[in-house]
């Protein structure tokens, strides 16, 4: 999985099976995040988001879990497909009140789906 | 017609030299945002503008500058480029929401 503030890691995956990525993030007043997909030669794309008074939130093959007790977020990809294959990040998003609010990044996790 | 647009896409200078990278938004949103992306290190935010006459410091804005020019205009500038400059340069817009819809990318190579 993926921290905000490590390496990148790899995750390699069956065609067919599910995918699993993680993102561990650091400040306990974030109340925002996004996960993007990134393919090569091309901008972030958003997948899907969630917000801090929710658990789980389901997209079309795509599931986002928060767990804000141990500030963990993870992206679960059904049925992967090789069009799945790219760098995922997940982003947090402190709203400091003032109106005004910055994404972090995480460094990523390259997914990789073998055929 | 993409909704975000960079440009140029790829540009190699000289140190030295000053760069401005153009970014245009069909979105119609107020916040606009420039980070570069460097391999290991994922997306940083140099400068970020919430209108036209909003414009903030992000995380790494030491050697850059911004202009916005229009609110479909936020143009990113380096004054006198320096090889650790070498980057991938996103543009990205929001409205109100949160979610933030990014460009293609310009690849810059400082020799």
């Known amino acids: 999985g993926e921290s905000v503030g490590l390496h990148l890691p790899t995750l390699s995956v069956q065609e067919g099976d599910n995918s699993i990525i993680n993102c561990a993030y650091s400040?306990?007043?974030?109340?925002?995040f996004i996960w993007y997909k990134q393919e090569s030669g091309k901008g972030p794309q958003f997948i899907i988001d969630?917000?801090?008074?929710?658990d789980k939130r389901q997209g079309q093959r795509v599931t986002v879990l928060l767990n804000k007790t141990v500030k963990h977020l993870s992206l679960q990809i059904a049925a992967t497909q090789p069009g799945d294959s790219a760098v995922y990040f997940c982003?947090?998003?402190?709203?400091?009140?003032?109106?005004?609010?910055?994404?972090?990044f995480g460094k990523g996790t390259k997914l990789s789906v073998i055929p | 017609d993409a909704d975000v647009t960079q440009t140029p896409r790829n540009r190699i200078t000289k140190t030295g030299k000053r760069i401005m990278l153009e970014c245009s938004q069909t979105?119609?949103?107020?916040?606009m945002y420039w980070y570069r992306q460097d391999p290991g290190l994922g997306l940083r935010l140099i400068y970020y503008?919430?209108?036209?006459?909003?414009?903030n410091k992000g995380e790494i804005s030491d050697g850059y500058s911004v202009s916005r020019q229009a609110q479909a205009k936020f143009s990113l500038s380096l004054e006198s480029a320096i090889p650790n400059q070498t980057a991938l340069y996103f543009c990205?817009?929001?409205?109100?929401?949160?979610?933030?819809?990014f460009g293609p990318g310009t690849r810059l190579t400082v020799t």
């Open positions: 979105k119609g949103h107020d916040r």
């Open positions: 982003a947090e998003n402190m709203n400091s009140g003032a109106g005004s609010y910055q994404l972090t």
């Open positions: 503008s919430f209108d036209v006459k909003d414009i």
């Open positions: 990205a817009t929001s409205d109100l929401e949160d979610e933030q819809y």
């Open positions: 400040n306990s007043a974030s109340d925002y």
């Open positions: 969630i917000r801090s008074n929710m």
